[in-house]
């Protein structure tokens, strides 16, 4: 790889942090509708739904089967729940909270069966707005590939490298020899930006731009951590980022939280949940500079 080959990014994306106003209320800062979860996977939702509101979103739905009530109103009270019955779907309920929402995270903890392949298909057909496509979501669309040609908004992949190879075809061991490389020609390709997540992860643009992240480390290497990033970039989405600086932003802003959370917890010792713990201290960065 060569190194004029890619931008990196560094700490002065914490500039384009959505600015807070003072006189505003919670419409101000944006609706997230996170569609996830599933039976014995509530916490996958939960961990998005969190990260959007710790990122500064005003409000946050989740779309989720009935079965994860009572776990997420009692993890998030914060969060609006709007449940379904997988077996008998309320589709004017769904497109009723697609109607609400500024944008969407897909895909964290859906599972594989086919009403989870019916809302990842509607969030991609039917809601024109900013989706985050993560998870379950990714290996929907591995398998039907067409959404992303009738995909009409702006869409943001997150996948991991084995995620991207169900995605593309490819070995893993092909993928991770050039992260970099490989978002970029993914994301100029389909018209998408790709967050192709490593060591470090790369953000592949719709022009073909490429830019390497410089936050991280090997601590955030746990369960729920990519949930994490699917929240905080559609968190961003919501408070009016655009796309690009959305995917940007969250990257930096997720493995600076785990660098702040190393320092204490240690690499071991970590989880997701402390990511979201130090979310904050990463973003107040900024305040203090200026």
Same mark, same amino acid.
């Given at each position: ?12 994306? /914490?500039? *384009?942090?959505?600015? %807070?106003?003072? $006189? ?9 509708? =996170? ?6 996977? *509530? ?18 739905? @989740? ?15 914060? *969060? ?12 004017? =309920? ?26 990842? $298909? ?30 009409? !908004? ?11 190879? %169900? /995605? ?23 018209? =998408? @930006? ?9 953000? !592949?643009?719709?022009? +073909? ?14 369960? !729920? ?10 968190? /961003? ?10 995917? /940007? ?6 493995? $600076?939280? +785990?660098?702040?959370?190393?320092? %204490? ?26």
């Amino acid at each position: 790889m060569q190194n004029n080959q890619y931008r990196t990014i560094e700490q002065d994306v /914490l500039y *384009a942090l959505p600015k %807070r106003l003072n $006189r505003s209320n919670k419409g101000t800062y944006g609706k997230v509708l =996170c569609i996830a979860g599933s039976r014995n996977m *509530a916490g996958a939702a939960y961990l998005c739904a969190w990260a959007a509101y710790r990122t500064g979103a005003g409000l946050v739905r @989740i779309l989720t089967p009935e079965v994860n009530r009572v776990i997420l109103q009692t993890l998030l009270p914060e *969060a609006v729940l709007t449940t379904f019955d997988p077996e008998v779907m309320d589709w004017k =309920c769904i497109r009723d909270a697609f109607d609400w929402a500024d944008t969407a995270a897909v895909g964290p903890g859906l599972g594989r069966e086919p009403w989870a392949l019916a809302l990842t $298909r509607a969030a991609m057909t039917e809601f024109i707005k900013p989706v985050v496509l993560d998870a379950d979501g990714l290996n929907h669309l591995s398998e039907h590939r067409e959404l992303l040609t009738k995909r009409e !908004g702006a869409l943001i992949l997150t996948p991991h490298p084995g995620e991207f190879a %169900r /995605l593309t075809g490819q070995k893993v061991q092909d993928i991770i020899a050039d992260i970099p490389g490989q978002a970029r020609r993914f994301a100029e390709e389909h018209q =998408c @930006i790709c967050v192709l997540k490593d060591a470090p992860s790369a953000v !592949g643009s719709l022009s +073909g731009d490429c830019y390497v992240n410089t936050t991280g480390n090997n601590g955030m290497s746990t369960g !729920g951590s990519g949930d994490v990033l699917t929240g905080i970039i559609a968190g /961003l989405l919501a408070q009016k980022s655009l796309p690009l600086q959305a995917a /940007l932003l969250g990257v930096w802003l997720h493995g $600076r939280a +785990g660098d702040l959370a190393v320092k %204490r917890e240690g690499p071991y010792g970590m989880m997701a949940r402390h990511l979201l713990e130090y979310l904050p201290e990463a973003m107040k960065e900024r305040q203090e500079e200026e």
